[in-house]
T-cell receptor
Framework: GAVVSQHPSRVICKSGTSVKIECRSL??????MFWYRQFPKQSLMLMAT?????????EQGVEKDKFLINHASLTLSTLTVTSAHPEDSSFYIC?????????????FGEGSRLTVL | AQRVTQPEKLLSVFKGAPVELKCNYS??????LFWYVQYSRQRLQLLLR??SRESIKGFTADLNKGETSFHLKKPFAQEEDSAMYYC???????????FGTGTKLQVIP
């Protein structure tokens, strides 16, 4: 199946700094990507929908100035956690929508664990 | 708004025993239902979707609109089935998926 890669898989940063997480579709083009957040032993919470060439659509309660999403190409979306604080520590997962030949199937990245000290 | 409920956080069964992971959804339209699986240290991946009506790794799931359920079943559990299972739904057409809280399946040898 299609492959989605996230980088970095783990990142530790100091409070107040910004962290960028990349999500790439390796062998297909994805006009739509999704960013989720997963707390320990909880489900995936959709944060935003990232559309290539346009602004992301954020879910209710997600601060768009805090979580900057850029989808500049058909294979890359980035999530930047700005001025990170310890409460932003979480597991962030992206998924990409593959439309051709897969009838709209979602493929997931391996996730990125962010720890803010 | 869509809502997906998985009442069991943990389900432990012995190898060879039948498995049923429960899932209920709330959506008045015609949702598309999925089961995703996450094996230890691996990424989330699609297990099956109701429109495919297929059996994957021995698992099946039938959409029951009357009961708004999409329970995942397997007649004989295997050790390699141990994983986190997430039920999910979308409102059709647009792939904005809502996930349940997940059920950890533990198959005891």
């Amino acid at each position: 199946g299609a492959v989605v890669s996230q980088h970095p898989s783990r990142v530790i940063c100091k409070s107040g700094t910004s962290v960028k997480i990349e999500c790439r579709s390796l062998d297909f083009q994805a006009t739509t990507m999704f960013w989720y957040r997963q707390f320990p032993k909880q489900s995936l919470m959709l944060m935003a929908t990232s559309n290539e060439g346009s602004k992301a659509t954020y879910e209710q309660g997600v601060e768009k100035d805090k979580f900057l999403i850029n989808h500049a190409s058909l294979t890359l979306s980035t999530l930047t956690v700005t001025s990170a604080h310890p409460e932003d520590s979480s597991f962030y997962i992206c998924s990409a929508l593959a439309v051709e030949g897969a009838d709209g199937e979602l493929f997931f990245g391996e996730g990125s664990r962010l720890t803010v000290l | 708004a869509q809502r997906v409920t998985q009442p069991e956080k943990l389900l432990s069964v012995f190898k060879g025993a039948p498995v049923e992971l429960k899932c209920n959804y709330s959506y008045s339209g015609s949702p598309e239902l999925f089961w995703y699986v996450q094996y230890s240290r691996q990424r989330l991946q699609l297990l099956l979707r109701h429109i495919s009506r297929e059996s994957i790794k021995g698992f099946t799931a039938d959409l029951n609109k009357g009961e708004t359920s999409f329970h995942l079943k397997k007649p004989f559990a295997q050790e390699e089935d141990s994983a986190m299972y997430y039920c999910a739904s979308n409102s059709g057409g647009y792939q904005k998926v809502t996930f349940g809280t997940g059920t950890k399946l533990q198959v005891i040898p």
